[in-house]
T-cell receptor
Framework: NAGVTQTPKFQVLKTGQSMTLQCAQDMNHNSMYWYRQDPGMGLRLIYYSASEGTTDKGEVPNGYNVSRLNKREFSLRLESAAPSQTSVYFC?????????????FGPGTRLLVL | AQSVTQLGSHVSVSEGALVLLRCNYSSSVPPYLFWYVQYPNQGLQLLLKYTSAATLVKGINGFEAEFKKSETSFHLTKPSAHMSDAAEYFCAVSGGYQKVTFGTGTKLQVIP
């Protein structure tokens, strides 16, 4: 099992450009998450999907959109990138949403917006 | 509302010394508590979690944590640090169906 995979690993964008970060999991998990990690701020939840066909905003959703394409895939889109979106983005998945489930993380996408 | 506070953004210990990483939480409902570890250029992986069973939780790589309700703490310890323990450690809390809230992380440096 590959677990959670993310593409690309690294990306440089110019302000105003758009891009989609891809995430896939092969553990048959219902719930998927997108986080951003910034120095000194830990991980902050951008969006999550409790099940196929549903998505909800997290703590920092502004400037992002998501799509739960199917049970395996959950993508994050930046429509018009801004320097404030320079960060490391992590996708995660878990089996359920009761709060006690372990989250499994991908290796991350490092995004630099110039 | 729920939150976690990790005391010390950087901790240095000598190889073989005790590792103690501090975490205090706030939760309006009985919490689930987690410690995750992040090695350089990798995603997070679970070290251990408390889900209201035993208050002393043992995890991977010799780490353990004790849930103390009266102190609202969930500190992470390891008796003897190894060089391979150098990483960033995140405490996290979840209350029932609330989403997991992560702390700001503590970077552990192990000095030979």
């Amino acid at each position: 099992n590959a677990g959670v995979t993310q593409t690309p690993k690294f990306q440089v964008l110019k302000t105003g450009q758009s891009m989609t970060l891809q995430c896939a999991q092969d553990m048959n998990h219902n719930s998927m998450y997108w986080y951003r990690q910034d120095p000194g701020m830990g991980l902050r939840l951008i969006y999550y999907s409790a099940s196929e066909g549903t998505t909800d905003k997290g703590e920092v959703p502004n400037g992002y959109n998501v799509s739960r394409l199917n049970k395996r895939e959950f993508s994050l889109r930046l429509e018009s990138a801004a320097p404030s979106q320079t960060s490391v983005y992590f996708c995660a998945s878990s089996d359920g949403q009761g709060g006690q489930e372990t989250q499994y993380f991908g290796p991350g996408t490092r995004l630099l917006v110039l | 509302a729920q939150s976690v506070t990790q005391l010390g953004s950087h901790v240095s210990v000598s190889e073989g010394a005790l590792v103690l990483l501090r975490c205090n939480y706030s939760s309006s409902v009985p919490p689930y508590l987690f410690w995750y570890v992040q090695y350089p250029n990798q995603g997070l992986q679970l070290l251990l979690k408390y889900t209201s069973a035993a208050t002393l939780v043992k995890g991977i790589n010799g780490f353990e944590a004790e849930f103390k309700k009266s102190e609202t703490s969930f500190h992470l310890t390891k008796p003897s640090a190894h060089m391979s323990d150098a990483a960033e450690y995140f405490c996290a809390v979840s209350g029932g169906y609330q989403k997991v809230t992560f702390g700001t992380g503590t970077k552990l440096q192990v000095i030979p």
